[in-house]
Every structure is written in C-alpha cells, then in structure tokens.
C-alpha cells in the first residue's frame, strides 16, 4: 500500500487547518510587569555609600594620626642624634692626650726615662727600673715664641719741658701720644 505523496499530503491537510484554527485562538499577552520595590535598594545604595565616605574618613584620620606620630619620632630622633654628638665631642675632649698629660701633672706623675720591662714567657726582668723625679716631667705647654726686637717698641719715658709740662716720648718717633692712647 504504498501512496504516493499528494496523497499523504492530503490526508494530513485538515489537521494541519486545524492546528492552523487552534493557533489563531492563541494570542500573545503582555508580561505583566512586577514593580520593584525601590526603597530597598536605595537604602542599600545610600547605605553604602555613606559606609564608603566614612571609611574614607577614618583611613584619612588614622593616616594623619601616622603623619604626627611619624613627625615627633624624627624630631625625637634629631634631638637624641644632636646629643650623641654633643657628648661624643665631650667625650673627644676628655679623651685628649694633652689634657690627660696635664690631669697626671696636676696629681703629681711624672714619666718615668728608664723604665724596666718583664718578659712573660722567661719571667726575667729586661733593664733596669729607676724611680722617677719631678725634674723629668714633660713640659706640656710650649714655650712662648720669642718676639723680634723690631715688634718690641722702646719704652715710653715721660719727659718734662721747660714749660712744665710733660711729653711722653719713646717707640716709634713719628707717631703722637693721642695716637697711643686709642691704641
């Protein structure tokens, strides 16, 4: 029983009309649209950006608190470094050889010129130790320099005119007392 297409097309001819009645009954219907409620998400966004300014505002005072904090430490820092040094120098001065020299003369030491030295592996004693004097001190201060005669002005000798009254003279000749005086 084989039929041939047409047929078979014919057959299916009314269901297809009918599906085609039954999908004109069908209509589209607008989504009802559900509304939202809004109070809620702007509570949440007013919510949140309020949260985000006021830790905005914390970060920004424990930062300035750091700022403070970071500024008296490197203050404290520069005072505690100026004093180091400050005592270190104190420390240079008190440490100086020429003032040690002067404190031992002060207490009455004096070095000793032949002096006597043990050897530790032997145990014998290598020259031979003299007590030493006051007269073997050190002289810690050097002498002062000798002038040239030509700074050593001539003393000043008052001489007295017959007139009676005195002149000083003496030194460089051509130079006037008044000019000593504001020397």
């Not at 078979?8 to 001819?13: A, E």
């Not at 930062?63 to 270190?88: G, I, P, S, V, Y």
């Not at 004096?110 to 030295?117: G, M, T």
Request: charged fraction near 20%; hydrophobic fraction near 40%.
């Amino acid at each position: 029983m084989s039929t041939s297409p047409a047929v078979q097309l014919r057959s299916r001819m009314p269901r297809i009309a009918e599906a085609a009645v039954e999908r004109a009954r069908l209509r589209v219907v607008p989504r009802r649209r559900t509304k939202a409620a809004r109070v809620p998400f702007v509570a949440l966004v007013t919510l949140m950006m309020l949260g985000g300014v006021i830790g905005l505002l914390l970060f920004n005072t424990s930062m300035q608190q750091a700022a403070f904090a970071t500024t008296a430490l490197e203050e404290q820092a520069a005072t505690l470094t100026a004093r180091e040094q400050t005592l270190e120098m104190e420390l240079d001065v008190l440490r100086n050889p020429q003032r040690v020299a002067e404190q031992a003369q002060a207490m009455g030491m004096v070095p000793s010129h032949s002096p006597a030295y043990l050897e530790l592996e032997s145990g014998k004693v290598l020259g031979e130790a003299a007590p030493a004097t006051p007269v073997d001190g050190l002289r810690l201060q050097p002498r002062l320099p000798v002038k040239p005669a030509v700074l050593n002005p001539d003393p000043i000798v008052q001489q007295v005119f017959p007139t009676g009254t005195p002149a000083q003279t003496g030194g460089d000749r051509g130079e006037r007392s008044s000019d000593r005086a504001r020397d």
